[in-house]
């Protein structure tokens, strides 16, 4: 093939959403068979090393981000309907939940609390502006329930985002480890732990680990999120107080 008729293609295919779409599907899958050859090293998570391809990529074919997602929110839409599909596991686990429904209760509050303020003090004390605090604050939700409370408290939804990502993947990296340190073996408290700091990314992570665990991980998911829009707007006055000193 000639390379004027190379060219042609490339240009037909950067053009068309189903680009985005396939690379993305190429790279997780790239991704996921080094993460099984590499007999799951939690250095090689397949989200990590996707996004890293993907990276590539998009630098390499200098080819837009808005571009890239005309093709990539396919897949951004299944977020929806798999985010409901993990109300099949919890509904196994009911049995179980309704023994412990008040000490779930009270973890995911005090995770959220816990998360949303051990972070923004810790980046007050660094230095970091007003703006940079409320985009901090809801880190711990997924990403866009996330990037709504952000905007609605005056934070920057991009910076959010991208937080929430680097969030998830470290919770799902060294979660494990941090379980094994600690002694803790209830699939159920590790599971809520997980949803509650590293939300989709740790969820996936553990339903590798067990459906035990991945369920009560969605359900800390869904309930941290729901919590974090109801409590973290009435902590905005404190960090506008904050920001003073």
């Known amino acids: 093939m000639a ?140 990403v866009p329930i996330a990037m709504g409370i952000s905007e609605k408290i005056g934070g920057l939804p991009s910076l959010t985002a991208v937080l929430v990502v680097v969030t998830g993947i470290l919770g799902a990296v060294i979660g494990v480890k941090v379980f094994q340190w600690l002694g803790i073996r209830d699939d159920s408290i590790k599971g809520v732990a997980m949803g509650v700091t590293a939300h989709g990314i740790g969820t996936a992570r553990s339903f590798q680990i067990s459906s035990e665990m991945g369920a009560f991980s969605g359900l800390a998911m869904a309930l941290s999120a729901v919590l974090t829009a109801i409590v973290l707007p009435t902590l905005v006055p404190l960090l506008h107080w904050l920001a003073l000193f």
């Open 3 to 142: 390379e004027s008729d190379l060219t042609y293609l490339w240009v037909y295919l950067s053009a068309s959403p189903l680009t985005g779409l396939t690379m993305t599907l190429v790279a997780y899958t790239l991704a996921l068979k080094l993460y099984e050859r590499m007999n799951r090293n939690v250095l090689l998570h397949p989200v990590i090393t996707a996004i890293g391809l993907l990276i590539v990529f998009l630098t390499l074919s200098e080819m837009d981000y808005e571009a890239y997602f005309e093709g990539g929110q396919f897949i951004h839409f299944l977020l929806g309907p798999a985010t409901v599909a993990l109300a099949i596991p919890l509904y196994q686990q009911f049995p179980k939940l309704k023994k412990i429904w008040l000490p779930v209760t009270f973890g995911l509050l005090a995770g959220v609390l816990t998360g949303a303020i051990s972070s923004i003090a810790i980046a007050h004390v660094t230095g970091a502006s007003l703006e940079t605090l409320l985009s901090l604050a809801p880190k711990s939700v997924t």
